[in-house]
């Protein structure tokens, strides 16, 4: 199993900047695909970037060029840098990982409690 917990969300003016960690049990963290995803109050739960196993990273269209997924291996923690908030931003965080790759179909089967933002108008 994988343990997760993630951290560094908190209330922010709208334009600022949040950066959220997630810091991850056990020895074989390089060979996990490790993600973001979000939830806003009566939304799904949605993609948000992901950081392949290969080293590819994706990211969703509404977060491109504000938002930056980034890992430490030596730490066992992926970082999620997000800059230019938008009130829209406003969800809880959930950090992720898999043995996968990411595809289109991506789910992965470990989850962090999840850490929330909020972004102010």
């Known amino acids: 199993q994988v343990e997760l917990v993630e951290s560094g969300g908190g209330l922010v003016q709208a334009g600022g900047s949040l950066r959220l960690s997630c810091t991850a049990s056990?020895?074989?963290?390089?060979?996990?695909?490790m993600g973001w995803f979000r939830q806003a109050p009566g939304k799904e739960r949605e993609f948000v970037a992901v950081?392949?196993?290969?080293?590819?990273?994706y990211y969703a269209d509404s977060v491109k060029g504000r938002f930056t997924i980034s890992r430490d291996n030596a730490k066992n923690t992926v970082y999620l840098q997000m800059n230019s908030l938008k009130p829209e931003d406003t969800a809880v965080y959930f950090c992720?990982?898999?043995?996968?790759?990411?595809?289109?179909?991506?789910?992965?089967?470990?989850w962090g409690q999840g850490t929330q933002v909020t972004v102010s108008s």
């Open positions: 992720a990982a898999d043995r996968r790759s990411y595809t289109s179909s991506w789910y992965p089967n470990y």
């Open positions: 056990g020895r074989a963290f390089s060979t996990y695909t």
């Open positions: 950081f392949n196993w290969s080293g590819l990273t």
